[in-house]
């Protein structure tokens, strides 16, 4: 079984544990807060896809749309502290991940994730949590901001790619671990030729396509 194979497959909690219901519906909640949606953002370090994120959660909540972003690095400095970079923390990494976004989805808001998630089977679980969620499917958007390595390398904003050359970094998504490129992702942004405006006007038409946002 293969780093991105690895993925959770299952959602199994212990006998002892019964979920507990809301007294209202996901139907009530939406029709008062809005109806909640994960925006999924992957691509290689450098790509340019937490800038998007960033403008999009900004452009949303400027307009009345509760909205918040789930930057991978920002999530690594407190609930993912605690893991490493080898494939099976990447992994748990995207778990986590994809399990906060479906309850803010489910609370009625916008989740934007930002995080490289370079095995496609992850995200293809994080797709599963939402759709197989117990109230019905929730909506699920995964962006592909396709950036070729050449580029974020001569980016390289954090000088990370400097240092995985050097070998300070092993592992380094890229240079030594692979990055599995979406196959069929929902949308893709050419980082090459399109601006960070012209991205989030993009995902904001996704968005209205889905009747979100």
Partial sequence: MSAGESAALGRSSPPEIHWHGSTLTRAERFE???RGATMWFTGLSGSGK???AAALEATLI???VRAYRLDGDNVR???NSDLGFGASARTENVRRLAEVARL????GAIAIVSA???FRADRAFARRVHQSDREGALSFIEVFVDAPLAICEARDPKGLYRKARAGELPGFTGIDSPYEAPEAADIVLDARRSSVEESVRTCLGA????GLG
């Avoid at 803010?104 to 609370?107: F, G, K, L, N, P």
């Avoid at 968005?207 to 889905?210: D, F, I, N, P, V």
């Fill in 207 to 210: 968005l209205a396509e889905r």
């Fill in 62 to 64: 400027r307009s009345g």
């Fill in 50 to 52: 937490s800038t998007i």
């Fill in 116 to 118: 490289i998630s370079p």
């Fill in 77 to 79: 400095t407190g609930l």
């Fill in 32 to 34: 008062r807060l809005g």
């Fill in 104 to 107: 803010m989805a489910d609370s």
